[in-house]
């Protein structure tokens, strides 16, 4: 199984509107972090769709280690 790329040491605050899909990158090999650029092309990664439910900053992972992807739940900094 391929592993993904660690993209970043930070999560990456992003302002997102309600009710549109972005692509996050799980593979980490994306130049566009934290979203998803096609680079996976070729392994067994794929983005993941998140919808926003408001119009609010949030954090996605930038480490794709996160057990709540795609948004950070610290494991950056483990």
Do not use: N
């Not at 799980?26 to 392994?43: E, I, L, V, W, Y």
């Not at 794929?46 to 739940?73: I, M, N, Q």
């Amino acid at each position: 199984m391929d592993k993904a790329v660690r993209a970043s040491d930070t999560p990456i605050g992003i302002d997102v509107e309600a009710g549109k899909h972005y692509f996050w990158c799980s593979c980490g090999r994306s130049a566009k972090q934290p979203f998803c650029d096609g680079s996976h092309a070729g392994t067994s990664f794929a983005p993941l769709k998140y919808t926003a439910t408001e119009t609010r900053k949030v954090f996605f992972c930038g480490c794709k280690a996160t057990a709540k992807s795609p948004l950070c739940d610290g494991s950056h900094s483990r």
